[in-house]
């Protein structure tokens, strides 16, 4: 079946620092989409991104839609604290009906000690 | 505007018990969606509805698990008998325009 290949699994960041990861796979969709879940809550919408080569800025977060349409990456500029979490990609296929919402393992976002 | 609405929070059963789980979407939201995720994983589709019809429910093991969205509008996900490996958050979300948001999640533990 379809499956989104998202890395890093996890990575510290140190207040200040860039991040970027990204999200592969080996389907095409026509939409992606980036979210954050914080412990004990549900995912939240980041970025949404519908056309191939998108870029999409969301304050601090930029993510573009791959020319393949087969990956897409999410970048995060000036990390802080409250940055960290876990991030997940999710893609989609939309057709004729809603299609089918699937998602990324996740990419776990700390503070460096 | 309200957000997707999941109640209960936290649910602990026992094994072989049944359990439901409510869903009430953002007003206007033709898409609802069920998502189970377990520690540590990405949310797993279980079944997808469009107003009160079933689009997707492939991945719904159909012998323990039903769900229903009588009026397309709020929706009940329900597990009899429960196992101890469906501990886990059960996430709904609902949307429009590609745009899809989730509720807070049930966390089900299975003792």
């Known amino acids: 079946g379809q499956q989104l290949n998202q890395s890093p699994q996890s990575m510290f960041i140190q207040e200040g620092e860039d991040v970027s990861m990204n999200c592969t796979s080996s389907?095409?969709?026509?939409?992606w989409l980036w979210y954050k879940q914080d412990p004990g809550e549900g995912p939240v919408l980041l970025i949404a991104?519908?056309?191939?080569?998108e870029l999409t800025s969301n304050g601090r977060l930029t993510a573009q839609f791959g020319i393949t349409r087969k990956d897409s990456f999410l970048n995060i500029s000036a990390s802080i604290p409250s940055d960290v979490g876990i991030y997940f990609c999710?893609?989609?296929?939309?057709?004729?009906?809603?299609?089918?919402?699937?998602f990324g393992k996740g990419t776990k976002l700390s503070v460096k000690p | 505007e309200a957000g997707v609405a999941q109640s209960p929070r936290y649910k602990i059963i026992e094994k072989r018990q049944s359990v439901a789980f409510w869903c009430n979407p953002i007003s206007g939201h033709a898409t609802l969606y069920w998502y189970q995720q377990i520690l540590g994983q990405g949310p797993k589709l279980l079944i997808q509805f469009q107003n009160n019809g079933v689009v997707d429910d492939s991945q719904l093991p159909k012998d323990r698990f039903s769900a229903e969205r009588l009026k397309g509008v709020d929706s009940t996900l329900k597990i009899q008998p429960a196992k101890l490996e469906d501990s886990a958050v059960y996430l709904c979300?609902?949307?429009?325009?590609?745009?899809?948001?989730f509720g807070q999640g049930t966390r089900l533990t299975v003792v």
């Open positions: 991104l519908y056309k191939a080569g």
């Open positions: 999710a893609a989609m296929n939309y057709g004729g009906s809603q299609g089918n919402l699937i």
């Open positions: 389907s095409i969709f026509n939409t």
């Open positions: 979300a609902s949307g429009q325009t590609l745009r899809y948001f």
